[in-house]
Nanobody, 122 residues
Framework: VQLQASGGGLVQPGGSLRLSCAAS????????MGWYRQAPGKQREPVAF???????NYADSVKGRFTISGDNAQNTVFLQMNSLKPEDTAVYFC?????????????????WGQGTLVTVSS
């Protein structure tokens, strides 16, 4: 499965952006999709995830500001980012975890999309 991320850009503090990540059609059953980010000079960190059942999880730093949602029919997840802060500046990476049904032992996958740059600056 391949992931295509989009939606990054430059925004002023307090502004909003919406990221999208679309997974290509494949035989993989995706269990979780979400976003990591990596700021300059820092390690990659998780931001938000959503399970195939629609259960979201957020990093403490983005709770109340970011909302993750999914469209199972389109294999797409969205990250609505509101009240953006300069410290949200980073390259955001889409990630998907899943497995190939019918395989034994089960074949798991963990795949990444290309990064999309989010810059929050006045």
């Amino acid at each position: 499965v391949q992931l295509q991320a989009s939606g990054g850009g430059l925004v002023q503090p307090g502004g909003s952006l919406r990221l999208s990540c679309a997974a290509s059609r494949s035989s993989v059953s995706i269990s979780v999709m979400g976003w990591y980010r990596q700021a300059p000079g820092k390690q990659r960190e998780p931001v938000a995830f959503i399970t195939s059942e629609g259960t979201p999880n957020y990093a403490d730093s983005v709770k109340g500001r970011f909302t993750i949602s999914g469209d199972n029919a389109q294999n797409t997840v969205f990250l609505q980012m509101n009240s953006l802060k300069p410290e949200d500046t980073a390259v955001y990476f889409c990630n998907a975890e899943g497995y190939y049904p019918g395989t034994y032992p089960i074949r798991y996958i963990n795949t990444w999309g290309q990064g999309t740059l989010v810059t929050v600056s006045s």
